[in-house]
């Protein structure tokens, strides 16, 4: 059985701020990990995956993963954060089933 | 652009009502999904087809259940509907390869009152 824990509901951050999202994940297959992003009212978006390689994956708008197998985590980052990334963020893993499993969510409320 | 679309955003119905919500994605893929969102709760898988006419129970199938009688097309329905299925509907699709993302539709928010 697969499950991820997002510890944080919410994260209250100021602009320019860094932040990160904390993920935790339990499997015992390998796994493939995801961060979505959902806006007001709108589905899911793909932010950035990890499927193998690099351990460390980028997003276009600024975003970064780690994948660290040894502490079941994919942690996301940002360095400087923007208004308009005030969303929630879901933490996803899914199997060689194809199947996705998703966290809690956390809600990032940037702050001017 | 992969479209995954949800034929309502917004429905209201009444207990006992059989409700049907309907999905549809113009890429071809091999799975299709239901998920029902709540605060605090997250995705919470309801069904999970793979093919046509195939599908899998997910962690909260009570109450539920689907049909694919077309690649493009899964639907779920409520064959009575009861206010704890008041809720957030979310529908996605993927190919069958390993590590493929999903995609999501907009959703489909259902008060029962």
């Known amino acids: 059985a697969q499950s991820v824990t997002q510890l944080d509901s919410q994260v209250p951050v100021f602009e320019e701020a860094p932040v990160e999202l904390r993920c935790n994940y339990s499997?015992?297959?390998?796994?493939?990990l995801f961060w979505y992003v959902q806006y007001p009212n709108q589905g899911l978006q793909l932010l950035l995956k990890y499927l193998s390689g690099s351990t460390l994956v980028e997003s276009i708008n600024g975003f970064e993963a780690e994948f660290n197998k040894s502490q079941t985590s994919f942690h996301l980052r940002k360095p400087s954060v923007h208004i308009s990334d005030t969303a929630e963020y879901f933490c996803a893993v899914s199997s060689n089933f194809n199947k996705f499993y998703f966290g809690s969510g956390t809600k990032l409320n940037v702050k001017p | 652009d992969v479209k995954v679309t949800q034929s309502s955003r917004y429905l209201v119905k009444r207990t006992g009502e059989k409700v049907f919500l309907e999905c549809v994605q113009d890429?071809?893929?091999?799975?299709m999904f239901w998920y029902r969102q709540d605060p605090g709760l997250g995705l919470r898988l309801i069904y999970f087809s793979y093919d046509v006419k195939m599908k899998e129970k997910g962690d909260i199938p009570e109450g539920y259940s689907v049909s694919r009688e077309k690649k493009e097309r899964f639907s779920l329905i409520l064959e009575s509907a009861s206010t704890n299925q008041t809720s957030m509907y979310l529908c996605?699709?993927?190919?069958?390869?390993?590590?493929?993302?999903?995609?999501f539709g907009q959703g489909t928010r259902l008060t029962v009152v």
């Open positions: 996605a699709s993927s190919f069958s390869d390993r590590g493929a993302e999903a995609f």
């Open positions: 890429m071809d893929h091999e799975n």
């Open positions: 499997s015992s297959v390998s796994v493939y």
